[in-house]
Structures are given as structure tokens and as C-alpha cells.
């Protein structure tokens, strides 16, 4: 059974540490959403590009 000391002893200590956390600037937080997103598309252009040529190579191959 949970003891509820224990489970507000938690929840005192994860406030007091997420006050240490430095947190990003919103500039930060934009600036990685971007570098995020770049890098999404030009793997999912990169995979595609693969997929379609393998799947060309592969219809060769069997025809």
C-alpha cells in the first residue's frame, strides 16, 4: 500500500528540483524547433529517396 507521506515527500522534492532547472529562452526553444523540423524533412526526404530507388532496383531485379 502507498503511504501518502511518502508520496507528498516525493512531489516536495521534484518542485525543489525542478527550481534548479534552467530552462530555455523562448529564442532557444524556436531556434531548436527549426533545427528540429530541418532535420525531420531532410531525413524523410533522404529515406524516400532511398525507398524509391531500392524499390526500383528490387522491380528490376525481379522482372
Known sequence: MVNL???KQFFLEARQ???KVT???KQQ???ATW???AVTAAL???LGLADL???KVIG???K
Open 17 to 19: 528540483e525542478l527550481k
Open 44 to 46: 524523410a526526404i533522404f
Open 35 to 37: 533545427v528540429v523540423i
Open 23 to 25: 530552462w530555455p529562452t
Open 53 to 55: 530507388v531500392f524499390a
Open 29 to 31: 526553444t524556436i531556434t
Open 60 to 62: 528490376y531485379i525481379l
Open 5 to 7: 507521506d511518502t508520496v
